[in-house]
């Protein structure tokens, strides 16, 4: 049966990947990409599916309920999936606000509208950083459904805050939702602020590699495409009410990913340079992805030696992607972030 599915933040990294994943696995559903183009969108990512006459886009604000609202009533969507959200960390550090308007208000906008307008169900796309962190010392400890909220940063902090928020308006108003909690992901189309397209990036302009503390801190690395199947298994499968973590118990330390990187790229890791670090920084991530196993029968496809090379492949072959950003507004935020650290 055909749904109408909207895709709030579809012109970053995540959603962008999840409406291509869809799109084709989909073809009979219909794509309303809902996106505000903050720093981190950006419209020319969707260029190849721009003309579909299944896709459309909307550049609107998830804060902005009028709008949001009469998207609602045009379109009358069956599923709803919010990835819209201020997502670096050291952004949150340096201006909360923008977090929590768009990451708990805009979300609460998102809530209303499926309330007023009805929804078949409502995916809020969350993170694996609401649980806090975890000692390196301890490495059976791993994050599952049942880990109590303990968020360190803004961003973390207004994550948590939108799935409490999401949580109560379906227990109160019986909104059809669902959550997933996922590690860190990587691929096409990440915005190189992040670690592992900004070491490209630098690298491949024999640029300094800023590595944070010693570079010890440990992620749990997702490809892009594992998380996108697994919202697929959630929206359809998944029961009402539930959270579920996205994980591929894939831990590695920062620095031996930027190490990849050097060896991958042909670079020395004389580039590599230690500098302060993010406060408040999160040790370690690891998902206990047991639930989604047992409940959708959902795996990890991609292994990291396999989704590096095809994320460093890509970097590598769309450099007019990454470079305009570079070029632009990014340099005076890099030069903020890095400039004296
Ligand atoms: P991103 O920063 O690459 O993209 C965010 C998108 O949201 C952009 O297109 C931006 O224009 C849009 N947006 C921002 N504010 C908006 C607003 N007020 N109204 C409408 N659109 C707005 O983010 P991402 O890495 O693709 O993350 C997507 C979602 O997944 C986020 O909710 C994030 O918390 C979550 N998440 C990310 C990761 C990760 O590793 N990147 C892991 C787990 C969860
Ligand atoms: O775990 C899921 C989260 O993963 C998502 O919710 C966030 O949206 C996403 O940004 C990501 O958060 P992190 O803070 O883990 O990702 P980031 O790429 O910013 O940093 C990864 C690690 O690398 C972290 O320990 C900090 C370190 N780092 C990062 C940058 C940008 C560096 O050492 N140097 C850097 O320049």
């Known amino acids: 049966m055909t749904k109408t599915i909207i895709v709030t933040g579809g012109a970053g990294f995540i959603g962008s990947n999840f409406i291509f994943y869809m799109i084709d696995k ?8 809902l996106d505000k183009l903050t720093y981190a969108g950006n419209l020319s990512t969707l260029t190849p599916i721009m003309d579909k006459p299944n896709f459309r886009f909307v550049k609107a604000d998830i804060c902005d309920r009028t709008a949001v609202f009469n998207l609602f ?11 819209a959200a201020e997502s670096h960390v050291d952004r949150s550090i340096e201006n909360p606000g923008v977090f929590l308007e768009t990451n708990i208000m805009g979300t609460a906008v998102m809530m209303d509208a499926c309330r007023k307008y009805g929804i078949e169900r409502y995916h809020q796309v969350s993170t694996d950083e609401v649980y806090g962190d975890l000692p390196i010392d301890k490495p059976e400890l791993l994050f599952t459904e049942m880990t109590p909220i303990h968020t360190s940063s803004p961003y973390s902090a207004s994550k948590a805050s939108a799935d409490l928020l999401v949580l109560a308006y379906h ?3 019986g909104v059809p939702i669902t959550i997933s909690r996922c590690s860190n992901n990587y691929g096409p189309y990440q915005f190189p602020e992040k670690l592992i397209p900004l070491m490209i990036a630098n690298a491949l302009n024999d640029k300094s590699l800023p590595v944070y503390g010693e570079g010890l801190n ?20 998944g029961r009402v009410g539930e959270v579920y973590n996205i994980g591929g118990h894939n831990e590695m330390r920062n620095i031996d990913i930027v190490k990849l990187i050097c060896g991958a790229l042909g670079k020395p890791e004389s580039l590599i340079t230690y500098v302060t670090d993010r406060k408040g920084h999160d040790m370690r991530y690891a998902i206990d992805p047991t639930k989604i196993h047992n409940e959708l029968g959902w795996l990890p496809e991609t292994n990291f030696a396999d989704g590096i090379k095809l994320t460093i492949d890509w970097y590598v072959n769309n450099r007019p992607w990454w470079q305009e950003i570079i070029s632009g507004d990014y340099q005076y935020y890099y030069e903020r972030m890095y400039g004296n650290r």
């Open 26 to 33: 989909h073809p009979d559903y219909r794509f309303i990409c």
């Open 73 to 83: 009533e045009e379109e009358k969507p069956d599923v709803v999936v919010n990835f």
């Open 171 to 173: 227990r109160t108003f």
């Open 218 to 237: 440990v992620r749990d690395w997702l490809y892009v495409d594992d998380h996108c199947k697994a919202i697929d298994l959630i929206i359809h499968n």
